[in-house]
Structure formats: C-alpha cells, structure tokens
C-alpha cells in the first residue's frame, strides 16, 4: 500500500518539463507499476497532472517511462492503446460543408455567430 500512496504524494506534485520531470515521470511510472495500477491508467494519471514548461512531454516519452518501470519490475512492455481516427480528416472541406449548408457565408460570419469565442481574431 506504501506505493499507492507514494505514487498518489507524486501525483499531486508534478514537476514541470525543464525542473525535474523527467525523475518525476520515471518514478511515478515506477511507483504506478509497482503499486499494481494499469499501465494505461498511470498514462492518462500522467497526462492529466504534468504541467507545461519549458518542452512538451510527449506521449512517446510518458510510454518509454512505464516501459522502462515495467521492464524493471515485471519483465513486461507498455503497448499503448491506438489513436482513435479523427472525427474530421478534411477541416477545410468540413469547414466548407457546414458554410454552404447555413446561412453563413464566409468564416468572419461563423466567427460572429458561435458562441463561443475560441480564437482572437477570425
């Protein structure tokens, strides 16, 4: 139980890219792993709490982490969980799609009209 507590402690103080991360993610992934939690779970914990700094921590590098931990202590692999397909391969064409079928005509319109703003300018 001592483990799931460390790996919980270390969840709620993550270090951000550039202050120490690195040690951070190798042994959350560890305790993680050590604590028996699925490795995917420990991905999306991860995901969840590491705050932006100086880099972006990939995927790819959170994935090498509970390998590694995983390689240490049970012999085993991560193999992550595929990338769902987007909903809209074409943006500019969906973008087009919903234009033509409404009563908006340019994207300066679909700006005005949604309400929410997601960008500064159109």
């Not at 509970?66 to 909903?87: E, L, Q, V």
């Not at 809209?88 to 799609?97: E, F």
Request: overall charge neutral.
């Amino acid at each position: 139980m001592a483990a799931l507590d460390r790996y919980n402690d270390n969840l709620t103080n993550p270090r951000p890219p550039g202050t120490g991360c690195h040690g951070w993610l190798m042994s959350t992934a560890t305790l993680g792993i050590m604590s028996g939690k699925d490795p995917h779970e420990i991905h999306d914990d991860v995901r969840r709490v590491i705050p932006t700094g100086t880099r972006r921590i990939s995927d790819r590098e959170i994935q090498d982490a509970i390998s590694k931990a995983m390689s240490d202590h049970n012999g085993g692999t991560f193999t992550p969980r595929p990338r769902p397909a987007p909903a809209v391969q074409d943006g500019q064409a969906a973008l087009r799609r919903i234009i033509d079928q409404a009563k908006i005509m340019t994207e300066v319109d679909l700006w005005e009209s949604s309400p929410i703003r997601l960008l500064e300018a159109p």
